[in-house]
């Protein structure tokens, strides 16, 4: 019987030397592990991607409104947010602290004031 090269394959039914071996438990369970974590590592990256994107939206030139009991001033020259901070202190409070939620608040990006901005005081202090 004459064949052609693309039907002896499909027409051979010889012995092959390869032994099919089947998966072993171990190698299917590090399977889904590795899958698990590409997947776990994928919604990371989105999740980050996502709050950076949105925290990247704030800018300090755009303030909220004021809630009620917050109080709004205007930056004197020479006004720091330590000299600010420090006179919102009370006792046995951490200046850091106040500081840190008058940047907050304010979406500042750095302790930076310019003259005639405005400064919310949470109601806090």
Same mark, same amino acid.
């Given at each position: 019987?004459?064949?052609?090269?693309? @039907? =002896?394959?499909?027409? =051979?039914?010889?012995?092959?030397?390869?032994? $099919?071996?089947?998966? @072993?438990?171990?190698?299917?369970?590090?399977?889904?592990? $590795?899958?698990?974590?590409?997947?776990?590592? %994928?919604?990371?990256?989105?999740?980050?991607?996502?709050?950076?994107?949105?925290?990247?939206?704030?800018? /300090?030139?755009?303030?909220?409104?004021?809630?009620?009991?917050?109080? $709004?001033? =205007?930056?004197?020259? /020479?006004?720091?947010?330590?000299?600010?901070?420090? /006179? %919102?202190?009370?006792?046995?409070?951490?200046?850091?602290?106040?500081?840190?939620?008058?940047?907050?608040?304010?979406?500042?990006?750095? @302790?930076?004031?310019?003259? /005639?901005?405005? %400064?919310?005081?949470?109601?806090? =202090?």
């Amino acid at each position: 019987m004459i064949t052609t090269i693309s @039907s =002896y394959s499909t027409n =051979y039914k010889g012995s092959s030397d390869k032994v $099919v071996r089947k998966r @072993s438990w171990a190698d299917r369970r590090f399977e889904r592990v $590795v899958v698990r974590l590409a997947a776990a590592s %994928l919604l990371f990256v989105i999740l980050f991607t996502g709050f950076t994107l949105m925290k990247s939206d704030a800018s /300090g030139e755009h303030l909220a409104e004021p809630a009620a009991g917050e109080k $709004v001033i =205007y930056i004197s020259p /020479g006004d720091t947010l330590w000299s600010i901070a420090g /006179g %919102l202190r009370k006792e046995g409070e951490d200046l850091r602290r106040i500081i840190y939620d008058l940047k907050e608040r304010n979406n500042l990006s750095s @302790s930076t004031l310019k003259a /005639g901005q405005l %400064l919310i005081i949470p109601a806090d =202090y």
